[in-house]
Every structure is written in C-alpha cells, then in structure tokens.
C-alpha cells in the first residue's frame, strides 16, 4: 500500500580516521597505502640467542648429581623409619570414658607419650559430651501412666 510519502533517506556518515601519534617513519621504511591506523611497525630484534654447545654434558652431569641425592636421601629416610622404629613403641588402648580406640606412640627410654590419635582433648570432649547426654536422659521426666480400676 502507497500512501503517496516520499521515502525518507537517512545520511551515512563514514567513520572519522583515527591519528595515532606512536606512528613514525623510520630511516629505509617503505611507504605504504595503508591509512596510519591499519599499519604495523617492526620489533627490535633483541640480543642474539646464545647457543651453548656443551649443554647436553652439563645436563647430564646434573641428572647424575640428582640422582645420587635421591640415593642418597632414601637411605637417610631408611636409617631414620628403622631407628624410629627401635625407639618408639606403638600401641592400641581403649579409652575407658569414652570407649574409643586410641593410637599411642611412646618413648622407649622415657616411656613419654610422643603422639596419641585421637588427641587428649578431643577424648576430654567426648567424654563430657557423653556425660551432659546422660544427665539429660536421667532428668527427663518419665511419661505419666494413667491407671483404670474397674
């Protein structure tokens, strides 16, 4: 349908050129027919990679170091878990507050707890924890019976 109105013709504007000012001509550059924000400008070349021919003699002598250290160290950790072993006495109780079982390790010659799982706190807790729950069930008031004589 023609209602008889001239088509309305919006105008196109083109984008305003953008000027960048890190844009300069170098000494030997070739001139382009790029606009100024399309062009790119080199990079330095930098310093000169260093090659060093004895590399793979280094590299190895290093892998050898670190695997005599590796050696090394593992029969150091051996030594060590074997005196442990000769020193500590390990044993499984059972906590009588609590009725947990717990992991001691003591010391031979001083008979000194050294480490102990679960720790002397968290059994104190369980421990009071168990008592508060049992002073609740003696105070709770026992349901009301009811008697019918006929």
């Known amino acids: 349908m023609d209602f008889g109105n001239a088509p309305r013709l919006a105008a196109v504007t083109a984008a305003s050129p953008v000027s960048r000012s890190d844009v300069t001509a170098h000494a030997g550059s070739v001139a382009v027919d790029l606009p100024p924000e399309k062009t790119v400008q080199s990079a330095s070349a930098g310093s000169a990679v260093n090659v060093e021919v004895r590399a793979e003699t280094r590299d190895a002598q290093s892998r050898a170091d670190g695997e005599r250290r590796a050696r090394a160290n593992a029969q150091n950790n051996r030594e ?7 020193t500590v006495e390990r ?3 059972i ?3 609590t ?3 717990v992991l001691q390790k003591k010391d031979l010659q001083t ?7 679960p720790d002397e706190t968290l059994l104190k807790l369980r421990a009071y924890s168990r008592e508060l729950s049992e002073r609740a069930r003696e105070t ?3 349901p009301h019976q009811i008697e019918r004589t006929a």
Request: hydrophobic share 30%.
């Open 99 to 101: 009725r947990a079982i």
């Open 111 to 117: 008979g000194e707890t050294i480490s102990q799982l």
């Open 80 to 86: 060590a878990v074997r005196t442990t072993d000769e």
């Open 95 to 97: 906590d009588p507050q």
């Open 140 to 142: 709770e008031e026992p």
């Open 91 to 93: 044993k499984l109780i």
